[in-house]
């Protein structure tokens, strides 16, 4: 902890523009001077990253200055410790001066001028320092001087660290949008009661540590998945969007100042480690992507393949970066659009070719996954877009029927994608027969459509998501114990943000869908006593009461059963208007609102049975969106203890790297 820097003229900044919440000039930059990385980051000791400078001049607007001519003379200086001197950056950095940037861009001041039509346009003045890095521990400030008077400070600081290394391999999970309700819901379908005791645990209640994370943005208090993964792997605070850069305000999605992530400081610092990268998603989405790629526009699907690749750098030589992910050793999901010519791959580039190229084994099955040699560098791409989820592969296997989603493009369905466990154990041996001996590994699996269901309300299949990461957990635990890991590596399990879903009862949905209005149907939802127990049925496993169920072909920790009579009754935070009969969508995943008429409204073919509930978002929202909740943490193995407690994001990646002993 360290006291806030109260700038008497960053106080003047903020009143004159305490006005700006929804839209904003840029997010990190209250005054007209703008330091990147802002002030109150901190770095990992010889963490790279570069840094921008900008100076705005709006020509109209609240703030308009200097006749929208900005100063293009400004001054920028960094100091190390409380006494030193504040020495010229470039001087400083040891690079040479950097050439001055200029452009200009709009944005709104609030929705009236939105409304109106009328932006704000900004001159700016920028100069940027790349790949740059602080080695010593310590408190450092940078100071920007412009338009004579003004100055802008920020403080940064360079936390200690660890040589020590706990952990030869971490294996980080992320469940995607997980709330502690969640996990609560899916324990009470996954795992039987009697009169109120849990004849069973979930994994994640069972592993050694637990603790809280705060997923607050750098400039706005929702967060999506790009910038908190970027705050999980590089210990820094980052805006919406924004794939491990500090969003600056030019045009250029590659050209915003970078920071160094987890996956590029350990192919750096550990030679010989091997990386792996698991997902649920299509690979090019916002978690997986931020294992190794840089852009302010996590939309840019084909650029994020070809980063992995090559290197940021590859993206445009100008935006030097001394550092990269070195190609992971293991690629595993979906997204098979960013690697076909003809979709969005980057540059219409064969992808697959270019992977081939250097040496990756590319497969498109379950089948081929499973019999794949694991001493080979190994893309394993099984669909365009997200993969199926468990229910659908397990439940109901039709609906990967008619999809023509096949990865190669050919038009035909995916119909044998491997599921998070089988993806996450074959990674493993992957990553155990490539790493050099005692380099040990890091790998990321994402539980992707926790969230992606829950964004579309299809309660049923997210938690059939959370569920398969349990497993996947357990059944991980028990390969790394099986080939002797176990005690070697450190398991990390967060989300990156929730959603506002919780459970307040249960529904019977046979009465819920034989009322006639909206109010009598309510009626089937029972609240406190009326909720009574739930009625999914689980599967045997290590259970004293196994004899009486018949066995699912899902295995233990799963309802045998996805549609009981009974249902949990519940709701969500934020959501367009939609119809509820809490009942399964055997169709495929829920689509819950669709386009008409330029707004967004109840899906006529959704739930058609069940009653109306109205909207709290604005008509231009499909789906529902994140929450503010703080998420839990959980961790087993060498290291675990350090992720007790109550804390921010960023924290997780300075105490993966210590495990790992990254301290140079
Ligand atoms: C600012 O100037 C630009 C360019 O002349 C104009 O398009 C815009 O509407 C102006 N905005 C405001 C808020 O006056
Ligand atoms: C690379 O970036 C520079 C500076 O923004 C730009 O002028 C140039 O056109 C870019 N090159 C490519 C190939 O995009
Ligand atoms: C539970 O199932 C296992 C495997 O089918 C069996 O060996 C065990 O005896 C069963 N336990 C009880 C208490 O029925
Ligand atoms: C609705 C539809 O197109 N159904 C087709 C799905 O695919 C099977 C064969 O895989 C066809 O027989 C169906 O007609």
């Known amino acids: 902890?360290?006291?806030?820097?109260?700038?008497?003229?960053?106080?003047?900044?903020?009143?004159?523009?305490?006005?700006?919440?929804?839209?904003?000039?840029?997010?990190?930059?209250?005054?007209?001077?703008?330091?990147?990385?802002?002030?109150?980051?901190?770095?990992?000791?010889?963490?790279?990253?570069?840094?921008?400078?900008?100076?705005?001049?709006?020509?109209?607007?609240?703030?308009?200055?200097?006749?929208?001519?900005?100063?293009?003379?400004?001054?920028?200086?960094?100091?190390?410790?409380?006494?030193?001197?504040?020495?010229d950056a470039a001087k400083f950095f040891g690079?040479?001066?950097?050439?001055?940037?200029?452009?200009?861009?709009?944005?709104?001041?609030?929705?009236?001028?939105?409304?109106?039509?009328?932006?704000?346009?900004?001159?700016?003045?920028?100069?940027?320092?790349?790949?740059?890095?602080?080695?010593?521990?310590?408190?450092?400030?940078?100071?920007?001087?412009y338009n004579g008077r003004s100055e802008t400070v920020a403080s940064w600081v360079v936390r200690s660290s660890?040589?020590?290394?706990?952990?030869?391999?971490?294996?980080?999970?992320?469940?995607?949008?997980?709330?502690?309700?969640?996990?609560?819901?899916?324990?009470?379908?996954?795992?039987?009661?009697?009169?109120?005791?849990?004849?069973?645990?979930?994994?994640?209640?069972?592993?050694?540590?637990?603790?809280?994370?705060?997923?607050?943005?750098?400039?706005?208090?929702?967060?999506?998945?790009?910038?908190?993964?970027?705050?999980?792997?590089?210990?820094?605070?980052?805006?919406?969007?924004?794939?491990?850069?500090?969003?600056?305000?030019?045009?250029?999605?590659f050209d915003d100042p970078k920071m160094e992530t987890i996956a590029e400081l350990?192919?750096?610092?550990?030679?010989?480690?091997?990386?792996?990268?698991?997902?649920?998603?299509?690979?090019?989405?916002?978690?997986?992507?931020?294992?190794?790629?840089?852009?302010?526009?996590r939309n840019e699907e084909g650029a994020v393949i070809f980063e992995?690749?090559?290197?940021?750098?590859?993206?445009?030589?100008?935006?030097?970066?001394?550092?990269?992910?070195?190609?992971?050793?293991?690629?595993?999901?979906?997204?098979?659009?960013?690697?076909?010519?003809?979709?969005?791959?980057?540059?219409?580039?064969?992808?697959?070719?270019?992977?081939?190229?250097?040496?990756?084994?590319?497969?498109?099955?379950?089948?081929?996954?499973?019999?794949?040699?694991?001493?080979d560098r190994t893309l394993g791409i099984f669909c365009t877009n997200n993969m199926a989820k468990w229910v659908d592969r397990n439940i109901i296997p039709g609906n990967l029927r008619n999809q023509s989603n096949s990865p190669t493009g050919d038009g035909t369905d995916a119909v044998d994608q491997p599921g998070l466990k089988e993806m996450t154990l074959k990674a493993i041996d992957i990553l155990q027969a490539r790493a050099d001996k005692n380099a040990g590994w890091f790998m990321m699996s994402e539980a992707a459509s926790i969230d992606k269901m829950m964004h579309v309300l299809d309660y049923d299949r997210a938690l059939g998501e959370l569920l398969e990461l349990d497993d996947t957990i357990s059944a991980t635990m028990d390969h790394l114990k099986k080939i002797g890991e176990l005690d070697n590596t450190l398991i990390v399990v967060t989300a990156d943000h929730g959603h506002g879903f919780d459970v307040f009862g249960s529904a019977d949905t046979k009465y819920l869908t034989q009322q006639s209005t909206n109010i009598l149907k309510r009626r089937a939802v029972g609240t406190y006593e009326a909720s009574g127990s739930s009625e999914f049925q689980v599967a045997p496993g290590a259970r004293p009461d196994n004899a009486t169920i018949v066995v699912g072909p899902q295995g233990p920790s799963f309802p045998v059963q996805w549609d009981p009579r009974y249902k949990l009754a519940a709701g969500f935070g934020a959501n367009p208007d939609h119809r509820e009969n809490y009942k399964l969508t055997d169709s495929g995943p829920r689509l819950p609102a669709v386009g008409m008429g330029g707004i967004f409204v109840t899906n006529p073919d959704d739930n058609?049975?069940?009653?109306?509930?109205?909207?709290?978002?604005?008509?231009?929202?499909?789906?529902?969106?994140?929450?503010?909740?703080?998420?839990?943490i959980f961790a087993s193995g060498p290291g675990a203890e350090a992720f007790r407690g109550v804390y921010n994001n960023i924290d997780i990646f300075y105490k993966v790297a210590d495990a790992m002993g990254l301290g140079a």
């Open 1 to 87: 902890m360290r006291p806030l820097q109260v700038h008497t003229l960053f106080l003047l900044g903020l009143l004159t523009t305490a006005a700006a919440q929804h839209f904003k000039r840029l997010g990190t930059c209250p005054t007209l001077g703008c330091i990147l990385p802002p002030d109150q980051t901190d770095f990992y000791p010889g963490q790279l990253f570069d840094v921008r400078v900008e100076v705005h001049a709006p020509i109209n607007g609240s703030e308009a200055s200097n006749k929208g001519v900005p100063d293009e003379k400004f001054s920028f200086c960094v100091q190390s410790g409380k006494n030193g001197a504040c020495q």
């Open 95 to 145: 690079v040479h001066e950097p050439a001055l940037e200029k452009w200009s861009f709009t944005y709104f001041e609030d929705l009236f001028a939105q409304d109106a039509n009328q932006p704000t346009l900004v001159n700016v003045a920028s100069k940027v320092y790349r790949g740059i890095n602080l080695k010593k521990a310590g408190e450092y400030t940078a100071t920007l001087k």
């Open 162 to 253: 660890s040589r020590k290394q706990t952990a030869k391999n971490v294996l980080f999970f992320i469940g995607d949008g997980m709330t502690q309700s969640m996990i609560t819901a899916a324990r009470l379908i996954g795992h039987k009661s009697i009169n109120g005791r849990y004849q069973s645990l979930m994994q994640l209640d069972r592993m050694d540590a637990n603790g809280i994370q705060m997923t607050h943005s750098i400039d706005s208090f929702i967060t999506d998945s790009a910038n908190s993964a970027t705050a999980l792997f590089t210990g820094k605070k980052s805006s919406v969007s924004a794939l491990n850069v500090w969003a600056d305000s030019s045009p250029n999605s």
């Open 266 to 297: 350990f192919r750096r610092r550990r030679k010989g480690g091997a990386l792996g990268i698991v997902s649920t998603a299509f690979i090019g989405d916002a978690t997986p992507a931020s294992l190794c790629a840089h852009t302010r526009n």
């Open 308 to 375: 992995y690749l090559e290197s940021p750098e590859a993206i445009n030589k100008t935006f030097t970066w001394p550092t990269n992910c070195e190609q992971p050793d293991v690629i595993l999901g979906g997204g098979a659009e960013a690697f076909l010519a003809d979709q969005v791959a980057w540059q219409g580039q064969d992808m697959y070719k270019a992977y081939r190229q250097k040496g990756y084994n590319v497969l498109f099955t379950g089948k081929d996954l499973n019999a794949a040699n694991p001493k």
């Open 608 to 632: 058609t049975d069940g009653f109306d509930v109205s909207g709290t978002l604005g008509g231009d929202e499909a789906q529902g969106v994140h929450s503010l909740t703080d998420v839990s």
